[in-house]
């Protein structure tokens, strides 16, 4: 077997130590699909080579393609060449990691013998943590948990990974949640949001509640506006039909941007167990100011990207990229809201996320209140600080501050980041969210997924604002592809004397 290369160094010198996790079987439901050749083969590849994966653990792919075992590992060697960095790439170690590959041609919507030979790749009942991850339209959910149930292969030890989106609004949402509820317990599903396994995320929590020095300005006394954005510079190519009956509300508000929005405002929670993380979470979702008829045109705007250019090269618009010649759905959005709550109230929340922006990036942007009074001659305006954390593309920590620029001549300020670079600070590869993620699932770790009330929270208020668009029919804007979004959500902020964070 050859020898893996676990890194286990002293974290003063910033490196990263792998735990490793006891052994598992991860059945992957849509192993050919392009979630699990972009991120969850690759991820567990990556795990195993840190030493991390025991060997005895086991990975089956699942899809209705019929391959041959060998075929599935070579379309897992070919995804990692086409999708990862060469530099990662440790041939020994994936003839190490094949041994654990194996394949099951099985179609979903069939009873009986798909099932059953799966049953018969996994062998006798075992005492192995086994996990169902399904990497499949959420549609398919509650069959795939009925069909496990009724093959008997749900046992006690097993876990389901559920991919959002979770349905298209509560009712749906809803359903599926209680369709595989039947199945599994609330403790054995793992609702996933990726972006809450990323580093910088992640380090929310020891930013506000392991520093003295932020939280007790985290609040409408220190802070001004609160800003979260999730931009992209890709299309929808590829993924029309899907994005075309979703839109950007469905795709990333509902989900993501609600979770970064979550733990940047939640008050401090008894521990970090799942639990009281998650609690603390849905108070935030039940505090946001509703979104209705009455107040919808003012507080969102909604937008579509025509033709333009991203560094430089012409791209086509949104209708040519969904392969469609007429459309309503939004490419971009953006919210102003507030959480009515005594820590927050009277707090601009605002969001946005598109595609085809200027730049790729997701960031949170905390801007501080100005000083109340500047003392420096000539320097009547000085800039309020502000803390921006990155998730993508490069995650960082900045905070801006004044100071006084070195020098004869006088007294004068400059506005200078203090900069937190992962990339700087820690030398090492660290794990990306999916490789976190399903190290937790292996754990039994919940904290970084969502609870069952935490979604329908979500889409109880996702709804508010579907239903507010479509009752006064709210216009779509339009804004030039490799722009940030339309003048609309622009003008949102200036008439409260806000202004979106540029991407510097």
Known sequence: MPERDPQQSDEHEG?????????????????????????????????????????????????????????????????????EDAENWKPDCFEAFAEMLDYVALDVMSDGDDWARLDETLGPKSDLIRIFYLAMPPKLYVRIAEGLDKAGLAHAESRVVLEKPLGRDFASADAINAGVGRVFDENRIYRIDHYLGKETVQNLMVLRFGNILLEPLWNSRAIEHIEITVAETLGVNGRGAYYDASGALR?????????????????????????????????????????????????????????GRIDGVPVDD?????????SGTESFVAIRTEIENWRWAGVPIY????????????????????????????ETNLDANKLVIRL???????????????????????????????????????????????????????????????VEAAWHWVDGIIDAWAETQQRLSLYPAGEDGPDAARFMLEQHGDHWADAS
């Open 251 to 307: 795709d990333m508000v509902q989900n993501h941007l609600l979770q970064l929005l979550c733990l940047t405002t939640m008050e401090p929670p008894a521990s970090i167990d799942a639990d009281d993380l998650r609690t603390e979470k849905i108070k935030v979702l039940r505090a946001l100011r509703p979104v209705t008829a009455a107040n919808v045109a003012e507080t969102t705007v909604r937008a579509q990207y025509t033709k």
């Open 318 to 326: 949104y209708l040519a990229d969904a392969d469609t010649v007429e």
């Open 15 to 83: 490196s990263s130590t792998f735990v490793p996790v006891d052994p598992f079987e991860i059945v992957v439901f849509g192993a050919t699909g392009d979630l699990a050749r972009r991120k969850l083969l690759p991820s567990l590849y990556h795990r195993y080579c840190d030493g991390q994966i025991p060997d005895n653990s086991r990975i089956i792919g699942v899809s209705r393609t019929e391959l041959t075992r060998e075929a599935f590992v070579a379309l897992v060697r070919d995804a990692y060449a086409e999708f």
């Open 392 to 454: 993508q593309p490069d995650e960082a920590v900045t905070l801006w501050m004044e100071i006084k620029e070195p020098g004869a001549g006088g007294l004068r300020l400059k506005t200078l980041p203090l900069n937190l670079s992962y990339a700087d600070n820690f030398a090492v590869r660290y794990p990306d969210a999916y490789e976190r993620l399903l190290m937790d699932v292996v754990r039994g770790n919940l904290s970084l997924f969502m609870r069952r009330d935490e």
């Open 351 to 378: 969001m946005r996320s598109g595609k085809r922006m200027a730049t790729r990036r997701s960031e949170i942007v905390i801007q501080f209140r100005p000083v109340p009074h500047s003392i420096f001659p000539g």
